[in-house]
């Protein structure tokens, strides 16, 4: 079993930067793909970022250029630094964590980010 707990979520205004934080329960970078996805109201959930056990990142379209998601292997957290908010970045973000071997997957119980003036 992995626990993923997310946090850093707010109000910003836009143009204004958040950093959301995934503390994992334990060490699974090695063996796990690891994301962030986003849910709007009314709307599927989308995958915002998204990084491979060997370190390769990949962005949304929507978000490339202001998201980035970084790792950090000694706490077990994953990051996702957001700049250049915008309204319609406004969701809940989830943390994921999916095993590269089984295909099994993990979610947190997500963090709301609203983006308003």
């Known amino acids: 079993q992995v626990q993923l707990v997310e946090s850093g979520g707010g109000l910003v205004q836009p143009g204004g930067s958040l950093r959301l934080s995934c503390a994992v329960s334990?060490?699974?970078?090695?063996?796990?793909?690891m994301a962030w996805y986003r849910q709007a109201p009314g709307e599927q959930r989308q995958l915002v970022a998204s990084s491979t056990s060997a370190g390769s990142t990949a962005y949304a379209d929507a978000v490339k250029g202001r998201f980035t998601l970084s790792k950090d292997n000694a706490k077990n957290t994953v990051y996702l630094q957001m700049n250049s908010l915008k309204p319609e970045d406004t969701a809940v973000y989830y943390c994921?964590?999916?095993?590269?071997?089984?295909?099994?997957?993990?979610w947190g119980q997500g963090t709301q980010v609203t983006v308003s003036s």
């Open positions: 334990r060490s699974i970078f090695s063996s796990y793909i």
């Open positions: 994921n964590a999916e095993n590269t071997y089984t295909g099994t997957a993990y």
